[in-house]
């Protein structure tokens, strides 16, 4: 068995063992230092991302919360807005229907007066023209009546005893 693997020869631990501690002082001293401040660099690297992370996340649930307040104020007005447009649109409709019922009445109370006018008039033209035709009569009659002077003489007869009668 004279495999170096198997079976160690003192020479090959000593140079080995050599190999070995100069190439850790020199990694102690060159190298360690350097690839332990890349390390600590991209430890922190990692850290500032994780806070930068967290605080956006933080803004965003901030932004979030005063996104949904905004829209929360923004209903309200919008609710109010409506409630004002339909308090404004029934005191229109009201205001109209209070105008037209006036104007309704106005316009009944012309016209009963235009209507009770014109029964007045037609009842002196009717009254009027009932004069003239029984004055029209009177007159005919009293034509008939008094043609002969017989005639004349008994109406006055009859109208001078109705006076002394009464």
Known sequence: MNNPLVTPELGLIIWSTLV???LFFLLAK???KPILKAVK???ASIENALNAAEQAK?????LSASNEALLNQARAERDEMLKEARITKDKMITEAKLAANTEAE???ASAREAIQNEKLAAITELKNQVATLSIEIAEKILKQ???TAEKQ???IDSAVAEINLN
């Open 30 to 32: 060159y190298a360690w």
């Open 153 to 155: 003489k008994s109406l």
């Open 145 to 147: 009546e008094l043609s």
């Open 20 to 22: 070995f501690c100069i």
């Open 106 to 108: 106005r316009i009944i």
């Open 58 to 62: 933080n803004e965003m649930k901030q």
């Open 41 to 43: 660099e991209r430890e």
